[in-house]
């Protein structure tokens, strides 16, 4: 069978990235130009300065990607773009630099949806059996999603408001720690203990649905009362507690939909799955799970869980197969559903 090469472009937040992607395996190239350093001082992602980033580096980081995979337009099959969700303005860049490349080429045009994406960095790491159960946890989103195939996916839990990823760099926020927040505090909790016992919502509730905006509130309240007093708490301790709790929601319903759904394969996906105390206690809950109901486990790359053009190559490749193709009306949309 023929190879299927697949330019992907990626700008829905605070990454600029491109790749090339063969057969939805085979990374040939990826490119990411992230702006984080110009958000900071702002402590979150404003979203002109984003979109004045996309603008500025996407024609050069096509060049790179198609470069580096030593490749040229005539050796691709298709383009593919992240359609939403996300920053309007932000995916609007991606968007329009995909159409002008699939007017400019002939070649057909593939929108993705980014939580898709987000998922599918896992087929670039090992092939996925189906039906397969991703938990998707990032700064914008944290669900529970169940594959039937690659291109058909059912959310069956959700956040009631913050997502997990919004939870870590609100939080970070109060410890001084620098957006985004959540490398940095999974690193100070494997330094500390779980002494704050924060609550852990809707653990008891029969739904596969989270809620971390409870916590938040109760780790910053912790926080200013301990100002108050002029008690002095410990930032391991604080981050491992808090970590603990978002661990254990996690953890807790993701193992019970496994064990109702059974599916062949278990991915994490999205920017806190990068997580290393959630990589662990997931892989460790799974393990103990008897033979019959024990899904493959895939972890992406740390590399792979942010925001990148890799995993859009990945998910397209699939749509592409089932002859899933957009026109030049693609439009960015900021509140996509999977
Ligand atoms: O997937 P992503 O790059 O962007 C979105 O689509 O949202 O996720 C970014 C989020 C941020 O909230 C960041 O703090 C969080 O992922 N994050 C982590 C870790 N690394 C990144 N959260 C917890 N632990 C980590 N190691
Ligand atoms: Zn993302």
Redesign the pocket.
């Known amino acids: 069978e023929k190879d299927v090469r697949i330019l992907a472009y990626e700008s829905?937040?605070d990454?600029t990235s491109t790749a090339v992607i063969k057969n939805g395996r085979e990374i040939e190239s990826l490119i990411v130009a992230t702006q984080i350093k110009s958000h900071q001082r702002f402590g979150g992602v404003v979203p002109e300065v984003a979109s004045r980033h996309h603008i500025e580096v996407i024609s050069q980081i096509t060049k790179e990607a198609l470069a580096e995979a030593k490749v040229t337009w005539n050796d691709l099959d298709a383009i593919a773009v992240t359609s939403g969700p996300?920053l309007v303005g932000a995916l609007l860049i991606g968007v329009s630099a995909a159409k002008a490349a699939s007017m400019a080429t002939g070649l057909p045009l593939i929108g993705v949806d980014?939580i898709m994406g987000?998922i599918m960095a896992a087929q670039l790491k090992d092939e996925i059996a189906y039906p397969a159960l991703a938990l998707q946890v990032?700064?914008?989103?944290t669900e529970i999603v169940l594959l039937k195939d690659p291109v058909h996916f059912e959310i069956i839990g959700d956040t009631r408001d913050d997502?997990?990823?919004?939870a870590?760099?609100k939080i970070?926020r109060v410890l001084g720690v620098n957006?985004?927040?959540?490398?940095t505090?999974?690193a100070w909790a494997h330094q500390g203990k779980d002494t704050f016992h924060f609550p852990r919502a809707m653990m008891e509730e029969d739904n596969y649905d989270f809620s971390f905006s409870g916590l938040k509130s109760a780790f910053i309240n912790t926080c200013h009362h301990a100002d108050q007093i002029h008690e002095k708490l410990d930032k391991y301790d604080l981050a491992a507690s808090f970590q603990a709790a978002v661990v254990d929601v996690l953890a807790d319903k993701t193992i019970r939909a496994i064990k109702e759904y059974q599916p062949k394969t278990f991915i994490m996906g999205?920017?806190?799955a990068?997580?290393?105390g959630?990589r662990e206690r997931m892989s460790a809950e799974i393990a103990k799970l008897p033979d019959a109901v024990k899904p493959k486990v895939i972890l992406p790359e740390l590399k792979l869980?942010?925001?990148n053009a890799a995993m859009i190559g990945a998910a397209a490749y699939n749509l592409y197969r089932d002859g899933q193709f957009s026109d030049l009306t693609l439009n960015a949309d900021p509140s996509m559903e999977l």
Not at 163 to 166: D, K, Q, V
Not at 179 to 183: F, I, T
Request: proline share 3%; hydrophobic share 20%.
């Open positions: 829905s937040c990454e996300g980014h987000h990032s700064g914008g989103h997502a997990a990823g919004e870590y760099d970070g957006y985004p927040a959540g490398k505090i999974d999205g920017g806190v990068a997580n290393q959630l869980c942010g925001d």
